[in-house]
């Protein structure tokens, strides 16, 4: 996996070096045509190494004519400024603008993987690992309130008026989603639809370019066990990613083993998240109490008072769904 993350980063880096000097190209093509002398200056900065290299070679003083190649370079381009302001461009209007300046989209800088490249990685992890998932299949659309009987006697409130207004702001929290929005804790009994509603939230921003990893608990926790104990693939961690990840979406929290490990990393994850102002969204069919004993009180309370609480009602959806005989 992290070799094809590495392969499309990169086919992405060399694309946009490609375009950067295409680009620049077209303009210069652009610019020559209309300033003709423009051409003559690029021809002649052109030359400037194969000049350098036959003074270095030259039975005459090599210093002198060196000295003479360089200023000539110096006022070729310095004309070439004037030249272009005066025809109402910008002075810097032929240099390839590179879309990392770092790495001028090499991908690598001072010997090290750049930062963008780093970037893309996590971002391509990200995909790989919400391809298993069925990120695409559920929006608010498909997401039905029929199920959700009135004045059922069981709340307060009747279960329909409750997720009525849970929609609304799954449906408001994804139009104003940025990437300090707040974290949510979505709880209530299997089959109410939190995982549909948290993966609407997420197809909704991923269409406006925000990136989000989706990830069960039982695989969030086994690919971290398995790093931390070097099973894992080598390079961007499970950690970089989540920490890269504009949004975070763990399922089902309290389906994995119970065991210090993953209290620990949980406690890491909220706690990184919330230090950094990044949004998270846990979904889990425990109780608060639940919560509490099987994650401390510490990480139980960061969770009900830190995160937006939304507390599904109803009955098991997929249950009704399967007696009136849909899928
Ligand atoms: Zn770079």
Redesign the pocket.
């Known amino acids: 996996m992290r070799n094809e993350s590495y392969k499309r980063s990169m086919k992405t880096?060399t694309g946009r070096r490609e375009t950067a000097l295409r680009e620049a190209e077209e303009r210069t093509t652009k610019v020559c045509l209309q300033v003709p002398r423009i051409r003559e200056i690029q021809n002649q900065l052109q030359q400037t190494g194969g000049k350098i290299a036959k003074a270095v070679f030259s039975k005459q003083d090599s210093r002198t004519q060196i000295e003479q190649i360089m200023l000539d370079n110096i006022r070729l381009q310095q004309e070439q400024r004037q030249l272009l302001e005066a025809s109402g461009y910008p002075t810097d209007y032929l240099e390839i603008e590179y879309f990392?300046r770092?790495?001028e989209?090499?991908?690598y800088?001072q010997g090290h993987q750049?930062?963008?490249?780093k970037k893309l990685i996590a971002e391509n992890n990200a995909l790989e690992f919400n391809r298993g998932s069925s990120l695409s299949l559920a929006s608010f659309d498909s997401f039905s309130l029929d199920y959700y009987p009135e004045g059922d006697s069981l709340h307060a409130a009747s279960s329909h008026r409750i997720m009525t207004e849970i929609l609304e702001f799954c449906q408001t929290y994804a139009a104003r989603f940025q990437k300090n929005a707040s974290s949510v804790l979505m709880m209530g009994d299997t089959g109410l639809g939190k995982t549909h509603l948290s993966l609407a939230i997420a197809g909704d921003i991923m269409k406006r370019g925000y990136t989000v990893l989706y990830v069960s608990a039982p695989d969030l926790f086994r690919k971290l066990q398995n790093e931390y104990y070097g099973r894992g693939d080598q390079g961007i961690s499970m950690m970089d990613t989540i920490l890269s990840a504009d949004l975070v979406i763990i399922d089902d929290l309290g389906a994995e083993i119970e065991n210090q490990f993953n209290t620990a990393s949980l406690y890491n994850i909220v706690n990184t998240k919330l230090n950094a102002k990044q949004p998270v969204i846990i979904n889990t069919n425990l109780v608060p109490k639940e919560l509490e004993r099987r994650y401390s009180s510490r990480v139980a309370s960061r969770l009900m008072t830190m995160y937006q609480c939304l507390k599904f009602v109803g009955k098991d959806i997929r249950l009704i769904k399967l007696k009136n005989g849909e899928s």
């Open positions: 880096i990392c770092f790495c989209d090499t991908g800088w750049c930062e963008c490249l």
